[in-house]
T-cell receptor, first 111, second 117 residues
Framework: QKEVEQNSGPLSVPEGAIASLNCTYS??????FFWYRQYSGKSPELIMF????GDKEDGRFTAQLNKASQYVSLLIRDSQPSDSATYLC???????????FGTGTRLTVIP | GAVVSQHPSRVICKSGTSVKIECRSL??????MFWYRQFPKQSLMLMAT?????????EQGVEKDKFLINHASLTLSTLTVTSAHPEDSSFYIC?????????????FGPGTRLTVL
């Protein structure tokens, strides 16, 4: 079982819709969770992180964490074509300093 | 957020030569940095953890004698691909953690695209 699992997609949504990206993790010792966006040919860039149960909002992005279900999600409201990218979910274990990455979900926002 | 730079951004070399890639944390210190490799349309693969003042820790299957890592200071780590071959052509990305709002957040450099002819 992989540490962090994501649906590889592709996920397509129309412009203006809400995109929902999901991630599960296997290690209950994971303490913090990160969402990165990676455009083709570029390195990942941090969108946001979350470590408390519940929702965390930043602009059009909302991260959700449910530790009981070992589930993390990212919602993108009012999706734009510029949001088309691969979204990487990552988990940081307690006591570790390296991230465990999912394989990423490819999102396409259709104009 | 914290800024991590990499140099060069792109390098083309002949088979058998060595290539050095630098990773710098510009506005924070990093006792640890991470080196990743990414092949086209594949996910990030952690190669090694670079530790300031001590030896790097390599992931299983990564040849430490081929991928030399030196963490010379709290802001600089280098990855040297020795005797590069075409199969080493890839996108090499470094990252460094910086404490932010109660957790260590990893910030990535822009990456180095290596092409070995």
């Amino acid at each position: 079982q992989k540490e962090v699992e994501q649906n590889s997609g592709p996920l397509s949504v129309p412009e203006g819709a809400i995109a929902s990206l999901n991630c599960t993790y296997s290690d209950r010792g994971s303490q913090s969770f990160f969402w990165y966006r990676q455009y083709s040919g570029k390195s990942p860039e941090l969108i946001m992180f979350i470590y408390s149960n519940g929702d965390k909002e930043d602009g059009r992005f909302t991260a959700q964490l449910n530790k009981a279900s070992q589930y993390v999600s990212l919602l993108i409201r009012d999706s734009q074509p510029s949001d088309s990218a691969t979204y990487l979910c990552a988990a940081l274990r307690t006591g570790a300093n390296n991230l465990f990455f999912g394989t990423g979900t490819r999102l396409t926002v259709i104009p | 957020g914290a800024v991590v730079s990499q140099h060069p951004s792109r390098v083309i070399c002949k088979s058998g030569t060595s290539v050095k890639i630098e990773c710098r944390s510009l506005d924070f210190q990093a006792t640890t940095m991470f080196w990743y490799r990414q092949f086209p349309k594949q996910s990030l693969m952690l190669m090694a953890t670079s530790n300031e003042g001590s030896k790097a820790t390599y992931e299983q299957g990564v040849e430490k004698d081929k991928f030399l890592i030196n963490h010379a200071s709290l802001t600089l780590s280098t990855l040297t691909v020795t005797s590069a071959h075409p199969e080493d052509s890839s996108f090499y990305i470094c990252s460094a953690p910086s404490a932010s709002e109660g957790t260590d957040t990893q910030y990535f450099g822009p990456g180095t695209r290596l092409t070995v002819l």
